[in-house]
């Protein structure tokens, strides 16, 4: 790889970025908390039980389809800049999946299967690790997103032990490839390419 | 026939189409290959782990994983973990 300049890690680069990503990925991005559809969704989570209206609009993102509702404006000192990046490639790689599962299939099995949205999830936040691995030089950042226990966080997504213990192995496997330097994620790839984490004279 | 009537009659065979299509999707994308949760394997450059509903899913494509010195990886059977994972091809024997 060819050595180029880093960007720095500023609001306005990473507003940038999802601006950049955006136009790559076809996506749209929301104010999560200003959506009247996500706080139905909000509503319906908490109602069955499985999350608390408030903590699913203001401490997750979610994208559906190309549209991706975040609980942040991008670039904003409110939220880690990091942990903003690391959303941006987490989000972006939802698309990706989706993309290769095909429409139908992907929101069939998320909804259906929590096999698979542990599965999806996942290899989504392996794109966050090997984002923040390449700024890093850790899996996960302190202050950036909760310290990963993969299995407890899949909980939060209506994801029991069993439904998850495949994809907490993915992940785990998925890691040792980031420590060994590989990123595999499109989504990470291209956001590690814009600040020029990889192979950048520093 | 009121057109209150005929309304509900509309949205029960809407609910219906749409049950009907759920099943059919459901059946076309759940994969007919079972396997036991958590196996590995490598189909090609893929690494495919079996998921918790008992059919294969990607874990990783190894074939697109990039690295600084833009070595290429592959999905490599026999490995030190005694099962398929992805490795740079030099270390995979």
């Known amino acids: 790889m060819t050595e180029n300049k880093c960007r720095v890690l500023t609001s306005a680069s990473v507003k940038q970025l999802f601006a950049t990503m955006a136009q790559m990925y076809d996506t749209e991005i929301a104010d999560k908390s200003d959506s009247k559809e996500m706080r139905l969704v909000a509503k319906f989570l908490e109602a069955i039980g499985i999350m608390d209206a408030k903590d699913f609009l203001t401490k997750f993102a979610t994208t559906i389809d190309h549209k991706l509702y975040l609980p942040f404006t991008p670039g904003s000192d409110k939220v880690p800049l990091l942990a903003q990046v690391m959303t941006c490639a987490h989000e972006h790689q939802h698309v990706v999946v989706m993309e290769d599962e095909g429409y139908a299939g992907y929101h069939l099995n998320y909804v259906a299967s929590p096999s698979m949205r542990a599965m999806y999830e996942s290899r989504c936040y392996v794109a966050s690790a090997e984002v923040c691995w390449w700024r890093m030089k850790m899996l996960h950042g302190e202050g950036t997103l909760p310290d990963i226990n993969l299995a407890k966080t899949l909980k939060a997504y209506g994801c029991d032990a069993k439904a998850s213990a495949p994809a907490v192995k993915s992940y785990t496997k998925a890691c040792k490839v980031i420590q060994k330097g590989g990123v595999g994620c499109q989504a990470a790839q291209d956001v590690i390419t814009f600040f020029g984490w990889m192979g950048c004279k520093k | ?93």
């Open chain 2, 1 to 93: 026939m009121s057109p209150h009537v005929k309304g509900i009659i509309f949205i029960a065979v809407m609910a219906g189409i749409a049950v009907a299509l759920a099943i059919t999707l459901g059946l076309l994308f759940s994969g007919c290959s079972e396997c036991r949760p958590s196996t590995v394997r490598c189909q090609g450059d893929v690494l495919e782990i079996c998921a918790g509903n008992e059919t294969w899913a990607e874990s990783e494509d190894c074939g697109e994983i990039m690295d600084a010195e833009n070595s290429p990886w592959t999905c490599c059977e026999e490995t030190d973990a005694g099962e398929p994972e992805c490795l740079p091809v030099e270390e995979c024997q």
